[in-house]
């Protein structure tokens, strides 16, 4: 895959894609070419068969997302139509985010902060080593964020809790985070990598058509409902019904083997 930038890379293992944030100079700041190719690695991701878990993380291991790249803010963000521009170009990579049928992993490590922890808080589950930290020190800096921004941490921690976080801008330790429900385990460095791919791996080997069709699901649950696709999720269980794993899971259960599933 040729990205628009080395500051951010992707790699398949097995079954597994990983993307990384490769800023590590700027604790991972994400700048406006690296949220063009965010949406370059995940659609590829998406459209790939043979990867079935998507995983995300940052380089350097110092952070996992510090945030946006304040130091283009002056040339690409110094007014309300250039910053209309930048949320324009960056609303590409998060509704890739939002999108991606597959799971999505966040392994953190180090500082997850604003913009970053808003890209952790699309993963479908966040894994953080015990010496990492989170906010989003908005209020700090003055910027506004949209509603599109703000829904998932309030559906992640509640109302409440987000206005604590957005309130005080303050930096939350790991069991904190944990406590607020913004992050779903934390583990020591030397473990977090490898528990991710384990529970990476153990997920890829399930049914893709059933996966996706629960991924799909909870995420109409927590949508308001009227808007809410229902039709949709008719057609992707009926799918399951319908597919080739479906009588592999039931013949691999009569036979007392593990199942092959091909998402077919």
Same mark, same amino acid.
């Given at each position: 895959?040729?990205?628009?930038?080395?500051?951010? @890379? %992707?790699?398949? +293992?097995?079954?597994?894609?990983?993307?990384?944030?490769?800023?590590?100079?700027?604790?991972?700041?994400?700048?406006? =070419?690296?949220?063009?190719?965010?949406?370059?690695?995940?659609?590829?991701?998406?459209?790939?068969?043979?990867?079935?878990?998507?995983?995300?993380?940052?380089?350097?291991?110092? $952070?996992?997302?510090?945030?946006?790249?304040?130091? @283009?803010?002056?040339?690409?963000?110094?007014?309300?139509?250039?910053? =209309?521009?930048?949320?324009?170009?960056?609303?590409?990579?998060?509704?890739?985010?939002?999108?991606?049928?597959?799971?999505?992993?966040? *392994?953190?490590?180090?500082?997850?902060?604003?913009?970053? *922890?808003?890209?952790?808080?699309?993963?479908?589950?966040?894994?953080?080593? +015990?010496? $990492?930290?989170?906010?989003?020190?908005?209020?700090?800096?003055?910027?506004?964020?949209?509603?599109?921004?703000?829904?998932?941490?309030?559906?992640?921690?509640?109302?409440? %809790?987000?206005? *604590?976080?957005?309130?005080?801008?303050?930096?939350?330790?790991?069991?904190? %985070?944990?406590?607020?429900?913004?992050?779903? @385990?934390?583990?020591?460095?030397?473990?977090?990598?490898?528990?991710?791919?384990?529970?990476?791996?153990?997920?890829?080997?399930?049914?893709?058509?059933?996966?996706?069709?629960?991924?799909?699901?909870?995420?109409?649950?927590?949508?308001?409902?009227?808007?809410?696709?229902?039709?949709?999720?008719?057609?992707?269980?009926?799918?399951?019904?319908?597919?080739?794993?479906? %009588?592999?899971?039931?013949?691999?259960?009569?036979?007392?083997?593990?199942?092959?599933?091909?998402?077919?």
């Amino acid at each position: 895959m040729q990205l628009s930038t080395d500051k951010m @890379q %992707a790699r398949r +293992d097995g079954a597994i894609g990983w993307m990384i944030f490769n800023n590590p100079a700027r604790r991972n700041a994400i700048s406006l =070419e690296m949220w063009e190719a965010i949406g370059q690695i995940l659609g590829d991701y998406a459209a790939d068969d043979s990867v079935r878990v998507v995983v995300m993380r940052g380089a350097g291991g110092k $952070s996992f997302a510090a945030g946006a790249d304040i130091s @283009q803010f002056a040339e690409q963000r110094n007014n309300a139509e250039a910053a =209309e521009r930048y949320s324009q170009i960056s609303a590409g990579g998060r509704k890739a985010l939002v999108g991606l049928g597959k799971p999505l992993i966040a *392994l953190i490590e180090g500082f997850c902060m604003g913009g970053g *922890l808003g890209i952790a808080m699309h993963a479908d589950m966040r894994m953080a080593s +015990d010496d $990492s930290e989170f906010g989003i020190p908005a209020a700090k800096l003055g910027l506004g964020y949209h509603y599109s921004t703000l829904k998932p941490l309030v559906d992640l921690v509640g109302p409440s %809790a987000a206005k *604590l976080i957005l309130f005080s801008g303050r930096r939350f330790k790991a069991e904190e %985070a944990l406590r607020m429900g913004l992050i779903n @385990q934390i583990l020591p460095r030397a473990e977090l990598e490898p528990a991710v791919v384990d529970l990476a791996g153990e997920i890829a080997t399930n049914a893709p058509l059933t996966v996706e069709a629960v991924k799909a699901t909870v995420g109409e649950i927590v949508k308001d409902r009227s808007d809410r696709d229902m039709g949709r999720i008719d057609r992707m269980i009926a799918a399951c019904f319908d597919s080739r794993d479906y %009588a592999e899971g039931r013949t691999a259960f009569m036979e007392k083997r593990k199942p092959v599933f091909t998402g077919r």
